[in-house]
């Protein structure tokens, strides 16, 4: 079962870091999305598991940074700089392999298994 943590009420121009895990440790977790009230959802950063290398959405390009731990299994967001605009409930995504994949990054069916979202809120 996935499982994201670190979300929060933060200031404009503040920091939070978020994290995903397996409790069985059998899956990849590899990825982010979010949705904000009355928006779709979107795709956010993903990493490739074997790999390390690294996509993100335009939006939080520079500000976002994904990251895995191949031991632990886990992966974490640290987002700094954050806007208003970043507002949203951000949840974790997952991978049954640690094998690259052929589904554009940013697709939802790119992925296995989407964990509880976490809620993220960014005051002006």
């Known amino acids: 079962q996935l499982q994201a943590s670190g979300g929060g009420l933060v200031q404009a121009g503040g920091s939070l870091r978020l994290s995903c895990a397996d409790s069985?440790?059998?899956?990849?977790?590899v990825g982010w999305f979010r949705q904000a009230p009355g928006k779709e959802r979107e795709f956010v950063a993903a990493?490739?598991?074997?790999?390390?290398?690294?996509h993100y959405a335009d939006s939080v390009k520079g500000r976002f940074t994904i990251s895995r731990d191949r031991i632990k299994k886990t992966m974490s967001l640290q987002m700094n700089s954050l806007k208003p605009e970043d507002t949203a409930v951000y949840s974790c995504?997952?991978?049954?392999?640690?094998?690259?994949?052929?589904?554009?990054?940013?697709?939802?069916?790119?992925?296995?298994?989407w964990g509880q979202g976490t809620q993220v809120t960014v005051s002006s």
């Open positions: 990493i490739r598991w074997a790999t390390g290398s690294t």
């Open positions: 069985a440790r059998t899956l990849y977790p």
């Open positions: 995504v997952a991978r049954a392999s640690g094998n690259s994949w052929s589904v554009a990054y940013y697709r939802a069916d790119a992925y296995d298994y």
